[in-house]
């Protein structure tokens, strides 16, 4: 039997309700200092942003709404380069997660990118391996059980868990930006189809 295509409505709605899990996943994950709350928001993440066998939600919406995915960032090649290396060694990732906004935050957050830039962009290096913040996105939705229990770590993931920040992972709390820039973007989409 073949598939029947959702409606923009059907689609629109699952959009809204990934946001309200997102948005109280991340409340719950601040409030409480639990990082199981964090798994909800990063499988949402991957259903909106990560592509697999079919467009993700948020980015096909926006495509066909013709609505820019904009936000504002730090420099997409901060972490690539060889000043960075020699600071900060080897292995490093946005380690607060203060690497992105919705708004403009001079001096540092001033670059605005599209969602598919930053998806693209090197977020995280282990070595000579460079991850995107698609592949963190994936990487931690399916080894770290946002999506999929998984018995093993790859060692590029192996080598960030160290990384903390207030007792959580350096990696949640990049990937709870990108929750908070989501929301942001999610609601301007929203509102946008709304008026038309």
Do not use: C
Not at 4 to 11: A, L, N, T, Y
Not at 12 to 19: I, S
Not at 180 to 186: M, Q, S
């Amino acid at each position: 039997m073949a598939s029947v295509p959702k409606s923009r409505q059907q689609r629109l709605e699952e959009l809204r309700r990934a946001l309200i899990v997102i948005e109280s996943g991340l409340e719950s994950a601040f409030r409480t200092g639990e990082e199981a709350h964090f798994l909800p928001v990063v499988g949402q993440l991957r259903s909106l942003l990560a592509s697999g066998n079919q467009t993700p939600l948020l980015l096909d919406l926006a495509q066909e709404a013709g609505f820019p995915l904009e936000f504002y960032s730090v420099p997409l090649d901060a972490l690539d380069n060889e000043e960075m290396a020699r600071i900060l060694g080897p292995t490093r990732i946005q380690w607060t997660g203060d690497s992105l906004s919705a708004y403009a935050e001079p001096p540092a957050i001033r670059q605005k990118v599209t969602m598919q830039e930053w998806l693209a962009s090197t977020q995280v290096v282990v070595g000579q391996l460079k991850i995107s913040g698609e592949q963190l996105l994936k990487m931690v939705a399916n080894k770290m059980g946002g999506s999929h229990y998984d018995p093993q770590l790859p060692p590029e993931l192996a080598a960030m868990v160290p990384f903390r920040l207030g007792g959580v992972p350096s990696f949640y709390r990049t990937l709870a930006r990108v929750g908070e820039v989501v929301i942001h973007l999610g609601r301007a989409l929203l509102d946008h189809a709304a008026k038309e």
